[in-house]
C-alpha cells in the first residue's frame, strides 16, 4: 500500500541515554514539529525536557502497573500510538537511548502503522550499549560482542561464545516477566551466575554498568567477580558486562586455506 505523509504518520525517536546531550538533530526536529508526542523515559527531568520541546507530548508510563505483565503493557502502548496515527495526526514516539534497542512497542507501532499502509520510520538514537563501549572501553570488532536479554538468554539456553564479549540488559530484572512490585532478584542472579560459570571461572571479573544519565553525573562501573552477583543486586537500569575469557583460539588450518600469516594476526589488533 502507498504511504501518504498527508494522512496520519509515525516516526520513533530516541533521547539517547544522557539527558539532552545524545540527542541527534533528527530526533529533536521530529519531537518539535509533532502533531502530538507520546514518550517513554526514565525521570521526570528528561519528560519535562520533552514537554518543553513539544507542549503536546504526553507521557506513556501510565500503561505500567505493578503486576501487570508487560507484554499486555506494550500492547497498550501501541494502541494509543496507532490510534493518535489513525486519527490524521503526525505522530512521534520518543524512547530513552536508541528506540528500537529492546523496546517492543516501538517496532510493534511501525509494523502495524506500516500495515495499515502509514509512513512510518524510526531514527536512530545513542543506547546504553554506545555508552558502555565509550565507558569500559570496549571494541566490538576486537573479539566480537553478543547481546542478550538476561531472562530470555537463561530460558532459551542460548548458545554463545565466551570468547567474545557477552552483554546482558535487564539483568536487574532477570527472572522477571511480570513487574512485581516484591520481585528479589537474587534468585534469578544465582541462576544466572550457575550458567555463566560452565563458561567462565568463578572469580572471573564481571562488570555492572550504568551510564550517565546526566552531564553531573558518572557512569556507574562496578566490577566484581562473577560468583558475588547474587550479594550486588544490579539496578533494573543496569547492563551486566561480561568481557572475553581471552582470546579465542585460531583454527591453522583455516588460516592455511585463507592464506593468513599468523603473525599478521598479532600485528592486526
Ligand atoms: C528496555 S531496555 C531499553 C534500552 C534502550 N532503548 C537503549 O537503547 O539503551 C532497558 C535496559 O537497557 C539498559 N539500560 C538502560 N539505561 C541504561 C543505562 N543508563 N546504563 C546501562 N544500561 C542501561 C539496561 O540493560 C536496561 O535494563
Not at 496515527?85 to 528506540?99: L, T
Amino acid at each position: 500500500m502507498a504511504s501518504d505523509w498527508s494522512r496520519g504518520s509515525l516516526t520513533v525517536v530516541g533521547t539517547g541515554i544522557m539527558l539532552g546531550a545524545h540527542i541527534t538533530a533528527e530526533a529533536e526536529a521530529h519531537i518539535r514539529q509533532a502533531d502530538v508526542v507520546f514518550y517513554v523515559v526514565t525521570d521526570e527531568a528528561t519528560a519535562f525536557w520533552l514537554r518543553s520541546l513539544n507542549p503536546r507530548a504526553r507521557s506513556l508510563a501510565p500503561h505500567y502497573a505493578d503486576g501487570k505483565r508487560c507484554l499486555d503493557t506494550y500492547g497498550e502502548m501501541t494502541a494509543t500510538i496507532l490510534a493518535a496515527v489513525r486519527g490524521g495526526q503526525q505522530v512521534c514516539a520518543v524512547f530513552y537511548g536508541h528506540p528500537g534497542v529492546f523496546v517492543l512497542p516501538a517496532h510493534a507501532a511501525i509494523r502495524q502503522a506500516r500495515a495499515e499502509g502509514y509512513p512510518a520510520v524510526m531514527c536512530p538514537g545513542i543506547s546504553a550499549e554506545d555508552c558502555l563501549f565509550a565507558d569500559l572501553g570496549v571494541d566490538p570488532g576486537r573479539s566480537g560482542c553478543q547481546s542478550f536479554e538476561a531472562t530470555d538468554f537463561l530460558i532459551r539456553r542460548r548458545r554463545f561464545d565466551p570468547y567474545a564479549a557477552l552483554m546482558l540488559w535487564q539483568v536487574g530484572l532477570v527472572g522477571e516477566l511480570h513487574k512485581r512490585p516484591r520481585y528479589d532478584v537474587r534468585r534469578g542472579l544465582a541462576v544466572l551466575v550457575e550458567v555463566l560459570c560452565e563458561h567462565y571461572a568463578a572469580g572471573h571479573t564481571v562488570v555492572i554498568y550504568e551510564a550517565a544519565r546526566d552531564a553531573a553525573q558518572s557512569p556507574s562501573i562496578r566490577r566484581l567477580p562473577l560468583a558475588d552477583l547474587p550479594a550486588a543486586p544490579a539496578p533494573p537500569n543496569a547492563t551486566l558486562y561480561v568481557p572475553p575469557r581471552g582470546d579465542a583460539p585460531v583454527d591453522p588450518a583455516m588460516l592455511a586455506r585463507l592464506g593468513i600469516d599468523a603473525r599478521d594476526l598479532v600485528r592486526r589488533w
